[in-house]
């Protein structure tokens, strides 16, 4: 496969770059070249193999839509463009950077994960290339996602726990945000009274009817204990009241169905901001509004 790079330093000869195509070629790793416009002008064995396309389908097309799922294109092609960019037009050598993206195969169209790195060289005719090196990285990725989830997973009830919360409350920092605190009322009683057992299938229940049922929230977390939260983008408080509401009606209907001991109800305190800039001034009132409604009787849900 030719390739029309003018190479300036080392002056490799016919038979080194022989040997280097034929290195290149049998690479375990992916490699890819492509011209500044993103279109690919070298295509590996390894590339054959992990995209499922041959060299003839490949060459003269977009690396992009070889490679990246769809919705991530238009994304991918900026990233490159950028890079293209900052490598500029002088001979500078290798520069570039690593990243680990999802990625799609052409026939059996099944999604993975790869390592990608990419450089620049400019050759003696300030023509610019863009060589790209992959690897699968799938299982390293999928265990990784696994232990994020267990550490932001509560074993018990199967949501997001405290430390899962608190990410998302970071990660919607600056917007508007509500925020519903949820208490099991007289929840010691239950334990007392039936066991930790039966208490543990409370707060089961409790989370994921919940989670089912409070679909326009950004997450629902067990805090600890028998305290839950339920966070939503935006601050419309009587929206977020009027879907806690329908929930706790279905969720009374349910228990008293399908649990057999008393109705363990809960009380709720609602809070908001135009802007989350502070989650200790969220929290606080949130908790405020939830005691407000414990100490008005419990069962009820107040806002602040």
Same mark, same amino acid.
């Given at each position: 496969?030719?390739?029309?790079?003018?190479?300036?330093?080392?002056?490799?000869?016919?038979?080194?770059?022989?040997?280097?195509?034929?290195?290149?070629?049998? %690479?375990?790793?992916?490699?890819?070249?492509?011209?500044?416009?993103?279109?690919?002008?070298?295509?590996?064995?390894?590339?054959?193999?992990?995209?499922?396309?041959?060299?003839?389908?490949?060459?003269?097309?977009?690396?992009?839509?070889?490679?990246?799922?769809?919705?991530?294109?238009?994304?991918?092609?900026?990233?490159?463009?950028?890079?293209?960019?900052?490598?500029?037009?002088?001979?500078?050598?290798?520069?570039?950077?690593?990243?680990?993206?999802?990625?799609?195969?052409?026939?059996?169209?099944?999604?993975?994960?790869?390592?990608? %790195?990419?450089?620049?060289?400019?050759?003696?005719?300030?023509?610019?290339?863009?060589?790209?090196?992959?690897?699968?990285?799938?299982?390293?990725?999928?265990?990784?996602?696994?232990?994020?989830?267990?550490?932001?997973?509560?074993?018990?009830?199967?949501?997001?726990?405290?430390?899962?919360?608190?990410?998302?409350?970071?990660?919607?920092?600056?917007?508007?945000?509500?925020?519903?605190?949820?208490?099991?009322?007289?929840?010691?009683?239950?334990?007392?009274?039936?066991?930790?057992?039966?208490?543990?299938?409370?707060?089961?229940?409790?989370?994921?009817?919940?989670?089912?049922?409070?679909?326009?929230?950004?997450?629902?977390?067990?805090?600890?204990?028998?305290?839950?939260?339920?966070?939503?983008?935006?601050?419309?408080?009587?929206?977020?009241?009027?879907?806690?509401?329908?929930?706790?009606?279905?969720?009374?209907?349910?228990?008293?169905?399908?649990?057999?001991?008393?109705?363990?109800?809960? %009380?709720?305190?609602?809070?908001?901001?135009?802007?989350?800039?502070?989650?200790?001034?969220?929290?606080?009132?949130?908790?405020?509004?939830?005691?407000?409604?414990?100490?008005?009787?419990?069962?009820?849900?107040?806002?602040?």
């Amino acid at each position: 496969m030719e390739i029309d790079i003018h190479l300036t330093t080392p002056d490799l000869g016919q038979d080194a770059m022989s040997v280097f195509y034929s290195v290149v070629q049998e %690479s375990h790793d992916v490699v890819i070249i492509t011209d500044q416009s993103g279109l690919v002008r070298f295509w590996n064995k390894a590339a054959c193999r992990m995209f499922e396309y041959d060299v003839q389908d490949a060459i003269g097309k977009d690396f992009h839509d070889l490679i990246c799922p769809e919705h991530l294109r238009d994304q991918a092609k900026k990233s490159i463009l950028r890079f293209i960019q900052s490598a500029g037009t002088a001979n500078t050598g290798m520069v570039g950077k690593t990243v680990t993206l999802p990625a799609i195969r052409k026939l059996t169209h099944k999604p993975f994960y790869v390592e990608l %790195s990419i450089s620049s060289m400019t050759d003696a005719n300030r023509k610019l290339w863009i060589y790209a090196f992959l690897r699968d990285v799938t299982t390293r990725v999928l265990n990784e996602q696994a232990l994020q989830h267990q550490v932001h997973s509560d074993e018990l009830t199967k949501i997001a726990n405290r430390r899962g919360f608190q990410h998302h409350l970071e990660h919607n920092a600056g917007q508007a945000v509500t925020l519903c605190l949820f208490d099991l009322d007289h929840f010691k009683k239950v334990n007392d009274s039936f066991g930790h057992d039966v208490g543990d299938t409370v707060l089961f229940f409790f989370a994921q009817h919940f989670l089912q049922k409070l679909p326009g929230a950004i997450v629902v977390a067990r805090n600890g204990g028998e305290e839950f939260s339920a966070l939503y983008p935006g601050n419309d408080v009587k929206a977020v009241i009027v879907e806690i509401e329908s929930a706790k009606a279905s969720y009374q209907q349910k228990f008293l169905a399908e649990m057999t001991i008393p109705l363990c109800t809960f %009380s709720a305190g609602v809070s908001t901001t135009p802007m989350l800039d502070s989650h200790r001034v969220l929290l606080k009132n949130a908790d405020v509004a939830l005691y407000k409604a414990k100490a008005n009787g419990r069962n009820r849900i107040e806002i602040i």
